[in-house]
C-alpha cells in the first residue's frame, strides 16, 4: 500500500456517481480520489453512442494521465458501451472497474428483477444479457429518462419527484422481488422508489466495495478525506449539489474545472478556476 493510500478515480455525467463515492469513501477511508463530472454532456442516457464513446476514451486519457491505480466506472451507460463494444482497457495503466458487472452479482437465478436505467442503457442491453446468463426468469426493464435531469436539477423530494416516479412505476407496483438501480443517479431516488414499487432496491455500489474489497484488496484507512473533483460544465451548480448529498461526509473538497476536449487535443492538462 502506497503511503497516501490507493488513486481512486470516478467518472460519471453530473453528481449520480457520488452515491458510488460515498459509499467507496464510508468503507475505505483516508485514499486519494479524483471524480470527474462531465456535467457539460449530461444527460449520457440519450446521447448518441459514437458521442459517448469518444468522450469515454477522453475520460480515460485524462485519468491515464493522473495515474490513478483503479477506475471505477460510475456511470452504466458508458460501462454498457465499455462491455458492449470492448474498448482497449489494456491500453491504459489503471485497472477499470465494471460497475454493471459487479452490480449484478447480489441478483439470485430465483428472482424476479425489474431493471431501472437510461434509455442508452435500457438499448445497449448489456444488463439484460447478463442477468439472462445468470438464468433469471422472470425480467423487465424501465427506461426512465426524466429521472437524471430531475435529479440534476436538485428536485430529490417534493411533488415534482412524486408526480414523476408515479408515472414511470405506477403499474409496477409489488410485482417484483428486486428493482436493479441502473444508474448511478437512480440511489438518490431510492427510498421513493421502493415505496411505488413494495420491492427491495439494488444499488449497484455495493457490488463495487466488494469488488475492491476483496479482489483489488483495498485497505481500509484513517485520517481525514478529501477529493478531488474536475467539473466540465457548471462548477457552481455541482458544488451546491455535491454539498447536498455529501453532507453527512466530512471531508474537504477541492473543485477544479476541466477542458477534456483541450487537454486530448494538446495532450497536457489545462485548468481553470
Known amino acids: 500500500?502506497?503511503?497516501?493510500?490507493?488513486?481512486?478515480?470516478?467518472?460519471?455525467?453530473?453528481i449520480g456517481g457520488l452515491t458510488v463515492l460515498k459509499n467507496v469513501m464510508k468503507n475505505f477511508g483516508n485514499h486519494q480520489?479524483?471524480?470527474?463530472?462531465?456535467?457539460?454532456n449530461v444527460p449520457y442516457g440519450s446521447?448518441?453512442?459514437?458521442?459517448?464513446?469518444?468522450?469515454?476514451?477522453k475520460i480515460m486519457y485524462f485519468y491515464n494521465l493522473l495515474h490513478v491505480d483503479v477506475l471505477i466506472s460510475a456511470c452504466n451507460t458508458t460501462d454498457s458501451i465499455v462491455?458492449?463494444?470492448?474498448?482497449?482497457?489494456?491500453?491504459?495503466d489503471f485497472v477499470y472497474v465494471s460497475i454493471i458487472k459487479n452490480g449484478i452479482k447480489s441478483i439470485k437465478k430465483e428472482d424476479s428483477v425489474l431493471l431501472l436505467g437510461t434509455e442508452n442503457t435500457i438499448k445497449l442491453g448489456v444488463y439484460k444479457n447478463l442477468l439472462f446468463e445468470k438464468g433469471i426468469k422472470k425480467f423487465d426493464e424501465l427506461a426512465c429518462p426524466l429521472f437524471v435531469p430531475l435529479i440534476e436539477e436538485g428536485y430529490w423530494y417534493g411533488q415534482m419527484a412524486d408526480s414523476i416516479l408515479r408515472f414511470y412505476l405506477r403499474d409496477f407496483r409489488a410485482?417484483?422481488?428486486?428493482?436493479l438501480l441502473g444508474c448511478t443517479h437512480y440511489p438518490i431516488l431510492e427510498e421513493q422508489i421502493e415505496r411505488y414499487t413494495e420491492a427491495l432496491t439494488i444499488d449497484p455500489s455495493d457490488g463495487i466495495v466488494d469488488f475492491l474489497n476483496e479482489e483489488i484488496k483495498v485497505e481500509k484507512r484513517i485520517g481525514s478525506l478529501s477529493v478531488n473533483y474536475y467539473i466540465?460544465?457548471?462548477?457552481?451548480?455541482?458544488?451546491?449539489?455535491?454539498?447536498?448529498?455529501?453532507?453527512?461526509?466530512?471531508?474537504?473538497?477541492?473543485?477544479?474545472?476541466?477542458?477534456?476536449?483541450?487537454?486530448?487535443?494538446?495532450?497536457?492538462?489545462?485548468?481553470?478556476?
Open 33 to 40: 480520489y479524483f471524480y470527474l463530472a462531465d456535467n457539460l
Open 1 to 14: 500500500m502506497l503511503p497516501m493510500g490507493m488513486k481512486i478515480g470516478f467518472f460519471d455525467s453530473g
Open 83 to 92: 462491455l458492449k463494444n470492448n474498448i482497449a482497457l489494456n491500453n491504459y
Open 47 to 57: 446521447k448518441p453512442i459514437s458521442f459517448l464513446k469518444e468522450n469515454l476514451e
Open 232 to 273: 466540465t460544465g457548471n462548477i457552481e451548480k455541482f458544488k451546491y449539489l455535491s454539498k447536498l448529498f455529501m453532507k453527512d461526509i466530512s471531508y474537504v473538497p477541492n473543485f477544479k474545472k476541466i477542458d477534456l476536449n483541450k487537454l486530448y487535443e494538446k495532450q497536457s492538462i489545462l485548468f481553470t478556476k
Open 175 to 179: 410485482k417484483y422481488d428486486k428493482v
